[in-house]
């Protein structure tokens, strides 16, 4: 303390003087700095799956392969890595929030729940499974572009839901609904250049919502009793109408046949006579003779044995066997 005694006056240590840095060393030391961040900054890696988009001064310049590159350092080259190899997905209706042994599903009825052209309530869950096609495109030409992706996905999914009833919805119309949005979805990303090309669209999960779903499964459960119903009948008339009609088919070739056999047979008897006859006018008392001996021939064997004897003849009864069967077989006369 000195001078005025109302003042204080504080004496600090002075510090030590450092070490002295040589003016070439200090140039060294900044050259090398230098020159590390000019190589971290011209440098960059790509990796197999991507592609890289370089832009110089804020301007497309080029597009690069997987592989390490040049570029001009401080910000004069920018460059954009887009994976053009990978599968890239959009789920809708519902998020994954956690992949592990078991999956967490989040719902989101916002997107989920449509209308069909029926005028009936479906809940639609479906995945857009796209790649990359165009880097440039897919960087530069649409703002947003996942999430203008993504609304077109959406309107392109409520119109083809939209045109078609909810049974088709439900059940039978799931697979031409998959490939009708495919189609117009593709066609939209093609019209806005978004360098995107759709691989595949999958719904998920199709259902009525919660509030009528036990009346919606009561109907189906009563179309699928309807259906049974119907294959058992068609079955049976399977079974009895070809049956019938075989059996039908049968009576009426043997009624046929039969017919065909009368006639012919009444035709050749006809023509029989019609000969025999021409053949009598030719000679009557030959064929009446011949006509006697073959009916005679054809008779006396079914006549059983015969005996002749003379007219004349008397005293034979006790011979005779008249109480017998007939002799040999045959009876007597």
């Given at each position: ?320 066997n008249l109480t017998g069967g007939r002799p ?6």
């Open positions: 303390m000195n001078g005025d005694p109302t003042k204080t006056v504080i004496n600090f240590p002075k510090m030590p003087k450092l070490p002295g840095i040589p003016t070439g060393g200090l140039k060294a030391v900044l050259l090398i700095i230098l020159a590390v961040i000019l190589l971290a900054t011209s440098i960059y890696q790509i990796e197999p799956e991507e592609v890289g988009v370089v832009l110089r001064l804020g301007k497309y310049s080029d597009t690069t392969e997987p592989g390490l590159h040049f570029k001009i350092p401080f910000g004069v080259d920018r460059v954009f890595k887009v994976a053009v190899q990978r599968q890239l997905k959009q789920e809708f209706g519902f998020r994954t929030t956690a992949v592990n042994v078991r999956s967490r599903v989040e719902r989101v009825p916002s997107e989920a729940d449509m209308l069909t052209g029926d005028l009936n309530a479906a809940v639609v869950e479906w995945v857009v499974q796209y790649r990359v096609t165009d880097a440039e495109a897919f960087l530069f030409n649409v703002r947003n572009v996942e999430e203008t992706f993504r609304d077109m996905t959406e309107a392109v999914m409520r119109q083809v839901v939209g045109d078609r009833t909810v049974n088709e919805v439900l059940t039978v119309g799931r697979s031409e609904i998959e490939n009708l949005v495919k189609i117009d979805l593709q066609t939209l990303s093609d019209q806005y250049e978004t360098g995107i090309r759709v691989d595949q669209v999958v719904l998920q999960d199709v259902n009525p919502p919660d509030p009528v779903k036990p009346s919606f499964n009561e109907v189906n459960q009563a179309e699928q009793e309807r259906e049974r119903l119907i294959n058992e009948a068609q079955s049976e008339y399977n079974k009895v109408v070809p049956r019938a009609q075989g059996e039908a088919r049968q009576t009426i070739q043997q009624a046929e046949g039969y017919a065909l056999n009368r006639v012919n047979h009444a035709e050749g008897n006809a023509a029989r006579f019609n000969s025999l006859y021409s053949e009598y006018r030719k000679a009557p008392e030959v064929t009446r003779k011949r006509i006697y001996l073959e009916t005679l021939a054809e008779a006396l064997p079914q006549a059983g044995s015969k005996i002749v004897v003379d007219s004349d003849l008397e005293g034979i009864l006790p011979l005779l040999g077989g045959g009876g007597d006369e």
